[in-house]
């Protein structure tokens, strides 16, 4: 697969064309008259553009139109990589390249090309000209070889605020014929929403057992910092993953609990106007990706975006889970949002976080203090209970008092002078 020129690392991207209707297309890549890719999908993309005056975001369905950028487009002979490249609009590119270690095949690099001189799909943009994107890291989209991979659930990959969210796929690469194998990979999405069971050629049918203890993770303290130096985000929370995903050495689908290490993790992100994004990278194998949104309406920002990468010793492949359809940590512009108890967020069916102690302020940091903070409810609660048994056990000695005054009272009242 050739590669696109000035490619810029750890995006994802997407890209965009006008379409009334969400549709399912079948793209092939061939070599004379074999079928080596084979991939049916429907994908809404979504990208952010700088106008004169602000930024904006443009959703938009991968059209009926889309065809395989043959020129652009790799079986994988003569050193190659193997790759689907797809081609709509006026200079749009968006396309997947392919490696395998013999026995699986999995989805390693996704690129877009948008060209910002489409003013029907990027109106008033403040410049012009193709941009590029490329993940090149496992975006969990793999299966054993003589396989097909399908997953029609919406699956979201997103880093920061460009994302692609794929629905209705089934895939295949390094086929052996010219349609899809009958031996399926089916995703967790799909196992969970509809109880579809994996059928492969190599791979036990997934358990999931307990989770390992890990013990409660140490707090840390997190920053992102502007241009200028300043720190424009603040973060301090102990930080729990809980990932399902398929053992090598055990040769099934395990549970595990893992905790960010702070003096092992480093922090990094940006900060915009109505959008923060925080990273936090453990030892190059645990990248984890916090999006934070402004509802200018409400004048409330809350945690809309969460996405992580690992790549454990124990994995058969790489892990990749993201959704940037949250709704977590919700608080008002000027506070910091704070909860010391444990909470759970979930993420996807094969990741969930358990959070502790956190205390984070996206939005407005004037200080290297944390503004005024909002409290989570699963808080509030705690500290009412305490209050409600006082007022309770208060009452009852009050009553008692009452009922022992009234009967010591009504007692001397039955004597009479002599």
Not at 77 to 89: D, E, I, Q
Not at 312 to 323: E, L, V
Request: charged content about 10%; glycine content about 6%.
């Amino acid at each position: 697969m050739k590669s696109f020129p000035s490619f810029v690392a750890f995006f994802i991207v997407c890209s965009a064309v006008l379409a009334d209707t969400q549709a399912v297309v079948t793209l092939e890549v061939k070599e004379g008259n074999s079928t080596c890719i084979k991939a049916e999908f429907s994908a809404v993309f979504s990208i952010t553009y700088n106008t004169t005056n602000d930024t904006r975001t443009v959703s938009v369905f991968l059209p009926n139109s889309t065809t395989v950028d043959s020129a652009n487009s790799s079986c994988g002979s003569n050193g190659s990589t193997p790759g689907l490249t797809a081609k709509f609009g006026p200079g749009h590119y968006f396309g997947m390249n392919f490696s395998t270690n013999g026995s699986l095949y999995s989805v390693d690099t996704l690129f877009l090309r948008y060209n910002l001189s489409d003013a029907s799909l990027f109106p008033e943009a403040n410049s012009s000209g193709p941009v590029d994107f490329e993940l090149s890291a496992s975006v969990g989209i793999w299966a054993p070889t003589n396989t097909t991979y399908r997953c029609l659930s919406p699956t979201t990959i997103t880093i920061s605020r460009p994302s692609v969210t794929f629905s209705e796929m089934k895939l295949e690469a390094y086929m052996p014929g010219n349609d899809f194998s009958p031996a399926e990979r089916v995703c967790a999405a799909d196992q969970t929403t509809t109880g579809a069971p994996t059928t492969t050629t190599s791979a036990a049918t997934p358990t999931t057992p307990s989770p390992t203890p890990a013990g409660t993770p140490e707090q840390g303290s997190y920053s992102v910092k502007n241009a200028s130096g300043t720190v424009c985000l603040m973060a301090k929370m102990g930080v729990q993953l809980n990932v399902s995903y398929f053992s090598q050495s055990q040769n099934k689908t395990v549970q595990e609990l893992v905790n960010l290490t702070p003096n092992l993790t480093s922090s990094s992100g940006l900060c915009g106007g109505t959008n923060a994004t925080l990273v936090l990278t453990q030892e190059e194998t645990t990248v984890l990706s916090f999006l934070f949104t402004v509802n200018s309406t409400s004048n409330k920002y809350h945690l809309s975006g969460i996405t992580l990468q690992a790549n454990w010793t124990d994995m058969m492949s790489p892990f990749s889970a993201s959704n940037t359809s949250l709704d977590y940590l919700r608080s008002s512009l000027g506070h910091s949002y704070m909860c010391n108890a444990e909470q759970t967020l979930f993420v996807v069916s094969t990741f969930s976080i358990n959070m502790f102690e956190l205390q984070v302020q996206p939005f407005g940091v004037t200080s290297t203090q944390f503004a005024s903070a909002e409290v989570c409810q699963i808080d509030q609660d705690q500290m009412l209970i305490p209050i409600i048994v006082g007022a309770a056990l208060a009452g009852l000695v009050l009553i008692v008092l009452i009922a022992y005054l009234i009967g010591r009272k009504r007692s001397h009242a039955g004597y009479q002078t002599i």
